[in-house]
């Protein structure tokens, strides 16, 4: 039984029709829950493939930062 309250009136939704609408929002939250799965999912992937690529980088550039410095006396 669904109880939907409108302008002070009770609207009292029962039967097949509240099965519908309560499998409808359910459809509705699980949808919008795979689409912020796969949203914080791909910022994840996207976020260790350049670290992945931007360590390495940054680790040959200390190296070779550490080579070409003067000597300390």
């Known amino acids: 039984m669904i109880v939907i309250t409108r302008n002070g009136r009770a609207t009292v939704v029962t039967g097949w029709r509240a099965c519908l609408a309560s499998v409808a929002v359910l459809v509705a939250a699980v949808v919008f829950l795979f689409v912020i799965a796969f949203v914080v999912l ?4 996207t976020v260790g493939a350049v670290l992945l690529i931007v360590v390495p980088i940054a680790a040959g550039v200390a190296i070779l930062a550490s080579l070409f410095r003067s000597p300390r006396t």
């Open 42 to 45: 791909g910022v994840a992937i």
